[in-house]
């Protein structure tokens, strides 16, 4: 079971960034597809962003694409979700989760961190 440690959310101003780390336990980060979801305020669970193993292809929900990026630094075992030109409805608790699979579908990934509040001010 992979551990995740998820940080660096916060408060900020609209149009503001912030960047989004998480830290994963264990040996075996380079096999897993690793992702960030958020859920906001009465609302579902949705996915943000993906990053294949190797750290050759990512994936964005349409909301975001333009303004956040994800990378992977395999030698911290950590992943990044770089978010600029922030809006109130990126208002939300981020997770991390790891996946043997390709997928952007929460159901299919394995281990999850507990999650960074980022609120976002108009």
């Known amino acids: 079971q992979v551990q995740l440690v998820e940080s660096g959310g916060g408060l900020v101003q609209a149009g503001g960034s912030l960047r989004l780390s998480c830290a994963a336990s264990g040996r075996t980060f380079s096999r897993y597809t690793m992702a960030w979801f958020r859920q906001g305020p009465g609302k579902e669970r949705e996915f943000v962003a993906r990053?294949?193993?190797?750290?050759?292809?990512?994936d964005y929900a349409d909301s975001v694409k333009g303004r956040f990026t994800i990378s992977r630094d395999y030698a911290e075992n950590t992943v990044y979700l770089q978010m600029n030109s922030l809006k109130p409805e990126d208002t939300g608790v981020y997770y991390c989760?790891?996946?043997?699979?390709?997928?952007?579908?929460?159901?299919?990934?394995?281990?999850w961190g507990q999650g960074t509040q980022v609120t976002v001010s108009s």
């Open positions: 989760a790891v996946s043997f699979t390709w997928t952007m579908f929460a159901r299919d990934y394995n281990s």
């Open positions: 990053i294949n193993s190797i750290g050759s292809n990512t």
